[in-house]
């Protein structure tokens, strides 16, 4: 699946579309999820571990475009560089910023720029400019029509601006439709749920 407007893959963190919904909204146990060896995970177990923590490792995977590696290898790769942590009680942290971006330009040769502090309109410069950004945004952002419950904690890949060049195109790996999938917000909508920071990455590679 493709989207129209901007011809990235759209992906989610799970491996089937029709569960995403079911497991990030209806509580499904993601080991459940019949194709979770396609992600690349070593078992349902694995799978069902880590699969809600990488929003990160999909934007990669959709910035990366056709050929991209399984979602597992991505992770494997990250987890090597320190982007993810598991503490001794086993919690997993991350994605953390500066060993991502570390990890993309050795492994993937790509230029990724931490962005620490960033507005909005400074997203629409790096789009303009042929940058795609995972921003950090609360995973609430599914559903722009309600109150935003925070901001950050999940990531995005925008992509584009929009038609009119108010809004932005974004992918989301927590999409439950396909309209919030692959979605579209006017600005002051977007920063509702929007942390400030991201990561920018090339776009069309």
């Not at 070593?42 to 990366?64: I, V």
């Not at 790509?110 to 940058?131: K, N, Y």
């Not at 950050?152 to 439709?177: K, Q, Y």
Request: charged share 15%; proline share 7%.
């Amino acid at each position: 699946m493709t989207c129209p407007a901007c011809r990235v893959p759209v992906l989610t963190q799970f491996a089937s579309f029709e569960l995403v919904g079911p497991i990030v909204e209806g509580g499904l146990d993601p080991a459940a999820d019949p194709a979770w060896a396609e992600s690349g995970a070593a078992s349902p177990a694995e799978y069902a571990r880590w699969a809600g923590h990488l929003c990160g490792m999909t934007c990669l995977r959709m910035a990366l475009g056709a050929g991209a590696p399984s979602l597992f290898a991505l992770r494997d790769g990250a987890f090597k560089y320190g982007a993810y942590t598991e503490d001794a009680e086993g919690v997993i942290r991350g994605l953390i910023y500066a060993p991502f971006a570390e990890y993309v330009q050795q492994a993937h040769g790509l230029d990724a720029t931490v962005h620490r502090h960033l507005s909005s309109q400074e997203i629409l410069g790096l789009l303009d400019g042929g940058r795609t950004v995972m921003a950090s945004v609360h995973y609430g952002i599914r559903h722009p029509q309600r109150p935003a419950p925070g901001r950050g904690g999940h990531l995005v890949l925008l992509t584009s601006r929009t038609a009119d060049g108010t809004g932005v195109h974004f992918h989301n790996p927590s999409g439950t439709t396909a309209t919030t999938r692959a979605a579209e917000l006017p600005l002051p909508a977007f920063e509702r749920f929007f942390a400030g920071r991201g990561v920018s990455l090339p776009a069309g590679v």
